[in-house]
């Protein structure tokens, strides 16, 4: 039951997307109301001893890493996958935290919690407060503590260690999401997630109800409305002709509210159908990819390597 009610939390504030809109920097900076009155005292020791996270509020907070960590991983992913899936989930947010520190996104570097800009998080009081219990912040908390200080690193940097849902199967190159190609963000076979759960959904949009979403009118009959269509490396739409307008997959997942854009239409009646594969953007790191892993034996470690390729393991200390 409570792992049920904290899925439809989640969904709630992940909506579709997951930490990804990593070439978009925000043009208007917050005002800030409040700095916590924790603050430290000199950049040494902000650089040793926490960081700093701008809330929903609107507020700059300063935690220590382990704390923000603990709450993201309550967030991002339900606590009763495996340990080792919890781990590399660990790893992926800690780089993606500290990835973003480094760019003007938002004042002192800070990483804020929605989920469409970083990453999500949800302060333990919160969650004890009817979304989970004390046995489920112990467990995420074992998670941070385990890999300690770990980051991704691709060449002695820091990468962009974006992570979503579920692939459908196979992940997605980042190019043909965000536009800029990374080595390590390279389209991977996801095997073992529909084991797990079906996550092949149908939508069907009626012509009024397309119309309207599309914001035009649509000739003819639906079954001559569907052309050609092209896909990615990773198995998305890159491109369909619809209804004679060309649209873009990443176009139609918006506009259409589609989990991702590896899906399939199919006329019917007065309208079509759309069928989708995962859910997300699935670039990097599948959340239920990691578990199927996970309960295959895989440790959290080889997890990372399968989904980040060509990256190494280190220090934060190590990378700076």
Not at 82 to 92: E, F, G, I, K
Request: glycine fraction near 10%; hydrophobic fraction near 40%.
């Amino acid at each position: 039951m409570k792992e049920n009610v904290l899925q439809v939390v989640l969904a709630i504030l992940l909506g579709l997307a997951l930490p990804g809109t990593i070439v978009r920097l925000m043009s208007d900076k917050p005002q800030l109301q409040q700095i916590s009155t924790t603050a430290p005292q000199s950049s040494e020791q902000q650089q040793t001893d926490g960081m700093w996270v701008l809330t929903g509020e609107q507020k700059l907070q300063w935690m220590r890493p382990e704390e923000y960590l603990t709450g993201v991983l309550l967030a991002e992913m339900p606590t009763s996958y495996d340990h080792d899936a919890l781990c590399a989930q660990a790893v992926a947010a800690r780089t993606y935290a500290a990835k973003r520190s480094t760019d003007a996104r938002h004042p002192y570097g800070a990483v804020c919690t929605d989920p469409g800009c970083c990453q999500a998080y949800v302060e333990v009081a919160d969650y004890l407060d009817g979304l989970g219990f004390a046995e489920d912040v112990e467990i995420a908390r074992k998670a941070v503590e385990a890999t300690k200080d770990l980051v991704l690193t691709y060449e002695g940097s820091l990468i962009e260690a974006t992570y979503f849902h579920s692939s459908g199967g196979r992940t997605e190159a980042s190019v043909a999401v965000w536009g800029v190609a990374y080595p390590y963000l390279q389209p991977v076979d996801s095997p073992g997630e529909e084991v797990l759960t079906d996550h092949s959904t149908r939508i069907f949009y009626t012509r009024e109800e397309l119309e309207m979403l599309l914001d035009r009118q649509l000739p003819g009959n639906p079954s001559g409305w569907l052309g050609w269509t092209t896909y990615t490396v990773g198995g998305g739409v890159e491109t369909i002709l619809l209804a004679g307008i060309e649209y873009s997959g990443l176009q139609l997942r918006s506009l259409l509210k589609l989990n991702s854009t590896a899906f399939t239409a199919v006329a019917e009646g007065d309208g079509l159908w759309f069928i989708t594969r995962g859910k997300g953007h699935r670039v990097g790191l599948s959340q239920l990819g990691a578990q199927a892993m996970a309960l295959e034996g895989h440790s959290w470690q080889e997890i990372l390597a399968h989904y980040y390729p060509g990256t190494g393991i280190d220090k934060m200390e190590v990378v700076g």
